[in-house]
């Protein structure tokens, strides 16, 4: 033990997302590298909740969007619209392309509102 952390042995680290890593070794922990304030996920959360008429409880930052069933690109790219209205910016044409998780929503909604300011 160190301060406040336990040196584990032999624990590796699994590339889950582009932004999100998972532990292995039984320990639950994940260590999220996401540019986006909470703020914003917890909107981004909402809004796809409210668009997809689920509770928002299932919408996690690690949540695919196919986990939603927005299997089609079409699906995605109604609930980036409504993203983009919601927080009055313009991601554009392909904006929803490589997007894949709702962590990767609103890291590149906060990527749009910083570049815009």
């Known amino acids: 033990m160190f301060g406040e952390l336990k040196f584990v042995n032999k624990v590796q680290l699994k590339r889950e997302t582009k932004t999100s890593f998972a532990l292995s070794g039984g ?3 994940i260590i999220s590298c996401s540019t986006a304030e909470l703020e914003t996920l917890k909107i981004v959360q909402s809004t796809i909740a409210k668009q997809l008429f689920i509770d928002e409880a299932t919408v996690t930052p690690q949540t695919k969007f196919s986990d939603f069933g927005c299997i089609l690109y079409e699906i995605k790219v109604e609930i980036m619209m ?3 209205e919601k927080f009055e910016i313009s991601i554009g044409e392909g904006g929803a392309e490589n997007i894949s998780t709702v962590q990767d929503a609103a890291d590149l909604i906060e990527k749009v509102k910083t570049a815009s300011t």
């Open 27 to 29: 320990i639950d922990t």
């Open 82 to 84: 409504a993203l983009e």
